[in-house]
């Protein structure tokens, strides 16, 4: 479904992918793990049609993303992805329930019901008591899992998830990304998780490892 092939990205005169390729099929997830400045975050940016490529290419559903417009790209990213920062990055005007159903009211659906899709997923994550808060009122682990829930709301083909856990600890951050996993599962949406959680990746379907650029297969995960 999404499939990278020699991947090259320059930033002005140095390379940080070099030619990285991955296959992800429907439904399954992806673990990237490896040292700080290996390129990770330039990958996904890459899979997700952020930042365009050099050389090789990125197919989403056989199309490539370099042959699309600007416009075509967005809607896709839109409505076909769904991402997950480090901080989470919820917006603090909004209400929990408000920010998880964020991607549904961008896609033109009606509050009400972008509400209700909303709470359900808040639901699945344990926040169905905290769907009228701020998120400065929430935890850290709570936002966090609001944030996964707004990537999953609109039921997209690929979540991208950069270090989704970084601002939690250990015990907690494995907790949010195992919910997350599973709850991507059940939906059927694949997701391209980079993490330095060793025994997450290992959940993972496929894992990879970044090192200078390079990106390298380590094989199906325990799954
Ligand atoms: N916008 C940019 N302009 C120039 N160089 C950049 C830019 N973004 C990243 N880099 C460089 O590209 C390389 C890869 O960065 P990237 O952010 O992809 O690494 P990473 O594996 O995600 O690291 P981390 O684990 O710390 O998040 C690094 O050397 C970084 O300094
Ligand atoms: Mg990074």
Known sequence: MLVADGVDLFYGPSQAVRGASLVLRRGETAAITGPSGSGKSSLLYCLAGVLPVVAGEVRFEGSSLGDLGDEEL??????????????GELLPELTVEENAALPLRLAGQRKPAALAAAGEVLGRLGLADLRTRRPSQVSGGQS??????RALVHRPAVVFADEPTGSLD???ATAVLEEFLTLARSQGTAVVLVTHDADVAAKADTRY?????VLTAQGRGQR
């Open 209 to 213: 490892t970044m090192v200078d650029g």
């Open 74 to 87: 967005s809607a896709l990213r839109r409505s076909r992805f769904g991402f997950v920062f480090q901080y």
């Open 144 to 149: 966090q899992r609001v944030a996964v829930a």
């Open 170 to 172: 250990s015990a907690n």
